[in-house]
């Protein structure tokens, strides 16, 4: 129950085209929903986060799609830049009592080709 | 304002022996949550502080512990390394432990483990 599932494993897009990364999640007390961008040596960096009261959420070239009834959401990334290459991962964040936890999807490698 | 530090970024150890990895979060920050990261798993829970109390654990064996000082800063401990344990070890702060305190991650220390 405490897993978030993410899709594609990979991903390939042209320049200017849009990359979108789906995660789906079972438990309920999930309260809060950032992504995160990683390159390779680096420690995970906060792209865009969002509320399961909002269904969307856009900065920049980046939007947030999410659907409360079906426990998804997506990261939408629009006018792909090839610096945009990177492993994006979803997370679900509990706060039960005093016990904060984030749960990650498994990541998403995005190529995006120049 | 600086970010997560993490120290050392890289060390090898071998089978059997201990290590003390530290963290320094953001100023301010009061939450510090520690986390795992391997190809196969992912990024996986450790464990949480605040006000120098452990508020949560993952699910990880005891010879993973950690703590945190009344600065804040915080360390994790692994004895008797088992090859298994090779990984990026990530720590992440935040101001407070709500759904809506951002969590910011460092750099991570690289554990390998022969």
């Known amino acids: 129950q405490q897993q978030v599932k993410q899709s594609p494993q990979s991903l390939i897009v042209q320049k200017g085209g849009i990359s979108i990364i789906n995660c789906a999640y079972e438990n309920t007390a999930f309260d809060y929903f950032p992504w995160y961008q990683q390159f390779p040596g680096k420690g995970p960096a906060l792209l865009i986060a969002i509320r399961p009261d909002v269904s969307e959420k856009k900065e920049g070239r980046f939007t947030i799609s999410f659907n409360k009834s079906a426990k998804q959401f997506s990261l939408h990334i629009m006018d792909s830049q090839p610096g945009d290459s990177a492993t994006y991962f979803c997370a679900a964040n509990t706060f039960s009592g005093s016990a904060r936890q984030l749960t990650f999807g498994s990541g998403t490698q995005l190529t995006v080709l120049p | 304002k600086a970010g997560v530090t993490q120290t050392p970024r890289y060390l090898i150890k071998t089978r059997g022996q201990q290590v003390t990895l530290s963290c320094s979060p953001i100023?301010?920050?009061?939450?510090v949550s520690w986390y795992q990261q391997t190809p196969g798993q992912g990024l996986q829970f450790l464990f949480e502080?605040?006000?120098?109390?452990?508020?949560n654990k993952g699910n990880f064996p005891g010879r993973f512990s950690g703590r945190q000082f009344s600065n804040s800063r915080s360390e994790m401990n692994v004895s008797t390394l088992e090859l298994g344990d090779s990984a990026l070890y990530l720590c992440?702060?935040?101001?407070?432990?709500?759904?809506?305190?951002?969590?910011?991650f460092g750099e991570g220390s690289w554990l390998t483990v022969v």
């Open positions: 100023s301010g920050h009061r939450s």
């Open positions: 992440a702060s935040s101001r407070g432990q709500g759904s809506g305190n951002t969590i910011y």
């Open positions: 502080y605040f006000s120098e109390t452990q508020r």
